[in-house]
């Protein structure tokens, strides 16, 4: 049964997949205008622009130790097409991380959970 629901396209997964697809139209928009960074007020597609604020709420949680739905491989997914973590500056720049330093602080996130959880 398992194989026939497979072959006609069952999604066992529905939120991986609504993520997937939501990164295709980010893979999208970022072909067309030649970067990903989507206006919080996007009339063309706003579930992305909404999604867009979702991914870097996601990964402040994650930064800050909190619950959060962002992993690790999504980070890196996102990154790979030029995704901005922090759109908005601020005299104060100590709070964001330094290009580069967001995989080692994920990193180092994910091993102290690691730890936390053995």
């Given at each position: 049964?398992?194989?026939?629901?497979?072959?006609?396209?069952?999604?066992?997964?529905?939120?991986?997949?609504?993520?997937?697809?939501?990164?295709?139209?980010?893979?999208?928009?970022?072909?067309?205008?030649?970067?990903?960074?989507?206006p919080s007020t996007f009339p063309e597609n706003?579930?992305?622009?909404?999604?867009?604020?979702?991914?870097?709420?996601?990964?402040?949680?994650?930064?800050?130790?909190?619950?959060?739905?962002?992993?690790?491989?999504?980070?890196?997914?996102?990154?790979?097409?030029?995704?901005?973590?922090?759109?908005?500056?601020?005299?104060?720049?100590?709070?964001?991380?330094?290009?580069?330093?967001?995989?080692?602080?994920?990193?180092?996130?994910?091993?102290?959970?690691?730890?936390?959880?053995?």
């Open positions: 049964r398992i194989t026939l629901l497979e072959n006609i396209g069952f999604i066992w997964d529905s939120h991986a997949a609504a993520w997937a697809e939501k990164l295709y139209e980010l893979k999208d928009f970022t072909r067309r205008r030649g970067h990903c960074n989507v706003p579930q992305l622009a909404t999604w867009v604020k979702c991914q870097r709420r996601q990964y402040k949680l994650l930064r800050d130790d909190k619950v959060s739905n962002m992993t690790v491989d999504r980070i890196l997914e996102l990154e790979k097409v030029g995704f901005v973590w922090e759109v908005r500056k601020t005299v104060d720049s100590s709070s964001f991380l330094p290009p580069g330093m967001g995989r080692m602080k994920v990193a180092a996130i994910a091993a102290t959970k690691a730890s936390k959880a053995a």
